[in-house]
């Protein structure tokens, strides 16, 4: 699998090559956001490669340029315009540059989309691939109609073991901040029988690990007949030989069921983590998010997972700077924090969203400088707890999956999603293996190798 990566240093030289009747193009694609986006860039660039178009390693020497773009964040948001930005000037000088659009920058209203940047050739919803297609064919680029996931990175020209598989597209929750169901719609479940023979197709190229994705993972299954939910999938992927491990993101606190944890607790290549976003510690906060739950629920919730799976690691997500917050209800997200002790938080300053919910009722009436002094605060709660957790690792021997190297030594992740990095000379990719923890940080551990465990 190609790597997939940002870059801003631009010159393409536009050489179209030909085998037999059909174009071979050098593409490149940049890819911001959630692991959705990730996950079908990938998708887009295996079966660019199985019809034999070839990989760039950067803008500056593509003949097509995909942008998979995310506007969650304002920050996001402005980094893809400045990225088109560049692509105009690119475009102007190489008419020849071919340049696709998709992610959540695309929705309903392509009309005015094409005219803030007419230089681009193709705009297309998340996961529309029939309109991928149907622009090949017209370009002379032969597209496959079958997609399969692909390997989630590539560090050393070889194919991850871990595999990120879309099980549900969209999102029917409409919190009061969120752009996405707008951009991607309403929940739409794949069958679970598809899914079964593409897992076990990608563990017969090699596959140990597989997660499986959602904007809400916990809905999967409510639309399709029979209603079989994830914990039903859970339990048929399971039971496929040679899968080593199987997580899944991300779950909403409301929807997530008993049934779901007492089937991860039970199974055991389901891999003890989870990522449960709160958004805030403050009731009235979440009401205004339109979360659909309190702060006592997330907690007796929290409290149930953590007894059922002992184990378990657990991360969240916390937005500071909501319309409204006050002083004291951001105390209360602090406090709820060093309550729970989370091993993650992704921590964000709300920026309003065109079109939601939030942009419509809500007045941005946080500063910006408030917001940054919030979120610098969490961030220093969180290292100190996560190094105090961490710190219990010390000493102790993890099991790892080896994904690849960076700068020289080789990296994996525990079942609890722990990173962990190590050297050694032998060939380690794909491979499970024995650590022994030998230092610890926030943000990753060391080791050494004590045994191979396959």
Same mark, same amino acid.
């Given at each position: 699998?190609?790597?997939?990566?940002?870059?801003?240093?631009?010159?393409?030289?536009?050489?179209?090559?030909?085998e037999?009747n059909?174009?071979?193009? *050098?593409?490149?694609?940049?890819?911001?956001?959630?692991?959705?986006?990730?996950?079908?860039?990938?998708?887009?660039?295996?079966?660019?490669?199985?019809?034999g178009?070839?990989?760039?390693?950067?803008?500056? %020497?593509?003949? !097509?340029?995909?942008?998979?773009?995310?506007?969650?964040?304002?920050?996001?948001?402005?980094?893809?315009?400045?990225?088109?930005?560049?692509?105009? /000037?690119?475009?102007?000088?190489?008419? %020849?540059?071919?340049?696709?659009?998709?992610?959540?920058?695309?929705?309903?209203?392509?009309?005015?989309?094409?005219?803030?940047?007419?230089?681009?050739?193709?705009?297309?919803?998340p996961?529309?691939?029939?309109?991928?297609?149907?622009?090949?064919?017209?370009?002379?680029?032969?597209?496959?109609?079958?997609? !399969?996931?692909?390997?989630?990175?590539?560090?050393?020209?070889?194919?991850?073991?871990?595999?990120?598989?879309?099980?549900?597209?969209?999102?029917?929750?409409?919190?009061?901040?969120?752009?996405?169901?707008?951009?991607?719609?309403?929940?739409?479940?794949?069958?679970?029988?598809?899914?079964?023979c593409?897992?076990?197709?990608?563990? /017969?190229r /090699?596959?140990?690990?597989?997660?499986?994705?959602?904007?809400?993972?916990?809905?999967?299954?409510?639309? $399709?007949?029979?209603?079989?939910d994830?914990a039903?999938?859970?339990?048929?992927? %399971?039971?496929?030989?040679?899968?080593?491990?199987?997580?899944? !993101?991300?779950?909403?606190?409301?929807?997530?069921?008993?049934?779901?944890?007492?089937?991860?607790?039970?199974?055991?290549?389901?891999?003890?983590?989870?990522?449960?976003?709160?958004?805030?510690?403050?009731?009235?906060? $979440?009401?205004?998010?339109?979360? /659909?739950?309190?702060?006592?629920?997330?907690?007796?919730? #929290?409290?149930?997972?953590? *007894?059922?799976?002992?184990? $378990?690691?657990?991360?969240?997500?916390?937005?500071?700077?909501?319309?409204?917050e006050?002083?004291?209800?951001?105390?209360?997200?602090?406090?709820?924090?060093?309550?729970?002790?989370?091993?993650?938080?992704?921590?964000?300053?709300?920026?309003?969203?065109?079109?939601?919910?939030?942009?419509?009722?809500?007045?941005?009436?946080?500063?910006?400088?408030?917001?940054?002094?919030r979120?610098?605060?969490?961030?220093?709660?969180?290292?100190?707890i996560?190094?105090?957790? %961490?710190?219990?690792?010390?000493?102790?021997?993890?099991? #790892?999956?080896?994904?690849?190297?960076?700068?020289?030594?080789?990296?994996?992740?525990?079942?609890?999603? @722990?990173?962990?990095?190590?050297?050694?000379?032998?060939?380690?990719?794909?491979?499970?293996?024995?650590?022994q923890?030998? @230092?610890?940080?926030?943000?990753?551990?060391?080791?050494?190798?004590?045994?191979?465990?396959?």
């Amino acid at each position: 699998m190609p790597k997939i990566e940002q870059a801003t240093k631009i010159k393409p030289y536009n050489q179209h090559r030909r085998e037999g009747n059909s174009v071979v193009l *050098r593409y490149f694609i940049w890819t911001i956001g959630c692991q959705m986006n990730k996950a079908e860039s990938q998708q887009i660039a295996g079966y660019l490669d199985s019809v034999g178009h070839q990989a760039a390693t950067s803008f500056s %020497n593509a003949d !097509l340029v995909i942008l998979n773009t995310c506007v969650v964040r304002q920050s996001a948001e402005n980094k893809v315009l400045g990225t088109l930005g560049l692509l105009k /000037g690119l475009k102007n000088k190489h008419p %020849n540059l071919q340049i696709l659009v998709t992610g959540c920058l695309v929705d309903s209203d392509t009309q005015e989309l094409k005219r803030r940047f007419p230089h681009v050739d193709l705009l297309f919803k998340p996961g529309d691939y029939p309109e991928l297609i149907a622009w090949g064919q017209k370009q002379g680029i032969p597209i496959e109609q079958r997609l !399969l996931s692909y390997a989630r990175n590539d560090t050393r020209g070889a194919p991850s073991p871990c595999a990120l598989i879309p099980i549900i597209q969209g999102c029917d929750n409409f919190c009061s901040y969120c752009i996405v169901p707008y951009r991607r719609g309403r929940e739409v479940s794949r069958p679970p029988g598809e899914i079964v023979c593409e897992v076990e197709e990608l563990v /017969g190229r /090699g596959i140990k690990e597989v997660t499986l994705l959602g904007q809400n993972v916990d809905s999967y299954g409510h639309d $399709l007949p029979g209603h079989p939910d994830l914990a039903d999938l859970l339990n048929e992927l %399971n039971s496929i030989d040679d899968i080593a491990r199987i997580r899944f !993101l991300t779950s909403h606190p409301k929807d997530i069921s008993l049934k779901l944890i007492d089937t991860v607790a039970s199974l055991n290549k389901v891999c003890e983590h989870l990522e449960l976003p709160v958004q805030a510690g403050d009731d009235d906060i $979440l009401r205004a998010m339109r979360r /659909g739950y309190t702060v006592e629920r997330y907690r007796e919730l #929290v409290h149930t997972i953590r *007894r059922k799976i002992p184990q $378990l690691s657990l991360s969240t997500d916390i937005i500071v700077g909501f319309p409204g917050e006050t002083e004291e209800q951001f105390e209360h997200s602090l406090s709820l924090l060093k309550e729970m002790r989370f091993d993650v938080v992704h921590v964000a300053a709300y920026s309003p969203r065109p079109g939601t919910i939030a942009w419509r009722e809500y007045q941005d009436n946080i500063p910006s400088e408030v917001k940054r002094e919030r979120l610098h605060k969490i961030e220093e709660l969180q290292t100190s707890i996560v190094s105090e957790i %961490n710190s219990q690792l010390q000493g102790r021997q993890v099991e #790892v999956l080896v994904e690849g190297r960076k700068k020289g030594k080789w990296f994996g992740r525990t079942r609890s999603n @722990k990173l962990v990095f190590f050297e050694d000379a032998g060939d380690w990719v794909a491979q499970l293996a024995k650590i022994q923890i030998e @230092k610890t940080s926030p943000w990753s551990l060391r080791g050494e190798v004590k045994k191979i465990i396959n």
